[in-house]
Structures are given as C-alpha cells and as structure tokens.
C-alpha cells in the first residue's frame, strides 16, 4: 500500500517536497515512479527511483528542477519539487513496479491515492 503526501499550493518559482509512504517489508524490491494527472488528461510520467535509489530518470519536462529520492529504512521515497511552474499543478500519484525505467502507466502495479500540487502563477 502506498499513500502519497505533501502536496498543496506553492507560488510559481517555489518549491515543494513529496512523499510515498509504504507498509510492506518487500519496499525495497520495487522501483517506484511518479506520475501527475490534470482532470480530463491522461497521467504522464514525471520521474523514477530504482530499488536501491542507485538510479533515476525524469521527464524532459522536470529534469534538473524535479529530485526522486528514497529511504527505504524508511519505506518513504521523496518528489523534490523546485522551480515550480504553473503547468506543474496537478494530481501527483507515486506508484511502485518490479522493474526500473517503465514511463508507461502499466509498468505499475501498485499506485498510492494522490496528492494536490497546485501552483499559482
């Protein structure tokens, strides 16, 4: 089970930090993403984390404002969110699959509830 937290309404240019929360031993088996959702439009992948946190991939769209992050002592994987741009405001959902580098909706098995990113302009 993952449950996603921290979002909320930032100014465009500030910055926000996400977190999936996971129960279960095996966390650190799975890789796991982040995918944003705007009402009406389909989810689209904005970054992953490997299961060791060893390795990372990110849309073109976030890469070098967006940092995938995990603690699996924790059970937690983080979305660093900086420089954020109005077209960043949407639903963030945190998912977790077997393999590292899907971009794709299917390559997750498991998805958290969501989170509110909302960013004013």
């Known amino acids: 089970q993952l449950q996603a937290s921290g979002g909320g309404l930032v100014q465009a240019g500030g910055s926000l930090r996400l977190s999936c929360a996971a129960s279960?031993?095996?966390?650190?088996?799975?890789?796991v993403a982040w995918f944003r959702q705007v009402s009406g439009k389909e989810r689209e992948f904005v970054a992953t984390v490997s299961w060791r946190g060893s390795s990372t991939d990110y849309a073109d769209s976030v890469k070098g404002r967006f940092n995938c992050s995990r603690d699996n002592a924790k059970n937690t994987v983080h979305l660093q969110l900086n420089t954020l741009k109005p077209e960043g405001t949407a639903v963030y959902y945190c998912a977790a699959g077997l393999s590292f580098g899907g971009r794709s909706v299917g390559d997750y098995r498991y998805w958290g509830q969501g989170t509110q990113v909302t960013v004013s302009s």
């Open positions: 279960g031993r095996s966390f650190s088996r799975y890789a």
